[in-house]
């Protein structure tokens, strides 16, 4: 099955940018949608299908997809954005849905 | 505006099966394109995608829960059922459901529910 690869933690100063990455074989050619999940809350969308933002969710998240490895762009980052982050893609050939093992933002 | 929301036992001992429902607002299971997905969460650890149903009924499942998992949607109560069998504590975790949304090429979730914490343990 289809796997996918993030950092365990991230660490990032106010007001700097952090990256997010999610490797996996060949990703470039999948959608990679990414989600926000802060403690005792339910994640929530913050980009799909590789770079669209859902409503309400700032434009300081960015994302980009290529090659083996795709990264979500956390701008100006605030205290706020303290949260783990996953991603997920749609494995076609399966039509099941994986998770990447996510990553924990730090602002410090 | 379209809210998700968990129920289920809290508490579920080992070998027992576990049922979970997904009340939903703001969509119907009838219409093409739409789907529900159920996600969980162990405690400290990532999400994993269990299952999902599509609004034509057809099912997928995760290859590692595939034998134990079924999912079936009450479209008249806007409901979705999850059944897991034969629990472990391992399965203690949070459980999610989330509408699945989808574009020409792929498929995420949004919104998700609150999540419940089911805790397997003699």
């Known amino acids: 099955s289809y796997v996918l690869t993030q950092p365990p933690s991230v660490s990032v100063a106010p007001g700097q940018t952090a990256r997010i990455t999610c490797g996996g074989n060949n990703i470039g050619s999948k959608s990679v949608h990414w989600y926000q999940q802060k403690p005792g809350q339910a994640p929530v969308l913050v980009v799909y299908d590789d770079s669209d933002r859902p409503s309400g969710i700032p434009e300081r998240f960015s994302a980009s997809n290529s090659g083996k490895t795709a990264t979500l762009t956390i701008s100006r980052a605030e205290a706020g954005d303290e949260a783990d982050y996953y991603c997920?893609?749609?494995?076609?050939?399966?039509?099941?849905?994986?998770f990447g093992g996510g990553t924990k933002l730090t602002v410090l | 505006q379209i809210t998700l929301k968990e129920s289920g036992p809290t508490l579920v001992k080992p070998t027992q099966t576990l049922t979970l429902t997904c009340s939903f607002s703001?969509?119907?299971?009838?219409?093409?394109?739409?789907?529900v997905g159920w996600i969980r969460q162990p405690p400290g650890k990532a999400l994993e995608w269990l299952a999902f149903?599509?609004?034509?009924?057809?099912?997928r499942y995760s290859p590692s829960f595939k034998s134990r998992l079924t999912i079936t949607k009450d479209t008249s109560n806007n409901q979705v059922v999850l059944t897991m069998t034969n629990v472990d504590p391992v399965d203690t975790a949070t459980y999610y459901c989330?509408?699945?949304?989808?574009?020409?090429?792929?498929?995420?979730?949004?919104?998700w529910g609150q999540g419940t914490l089911v805790t397997v343990s003699s």
């Open positions: 149903i599509y609004w034509n009924d057809d099912k």
């Open positions: 997920q893609v749609w494995d076609s050939s399966s039509d099941h849905r994986v």
């Open positions: 989330a509408l699945g949304q989808a574009s020409t090429s792929t498929y995420w979730f949004d919104p």
């Open positions: 703001g969509f119907s299971v009838r219409t093409s394109g739409v789907g």
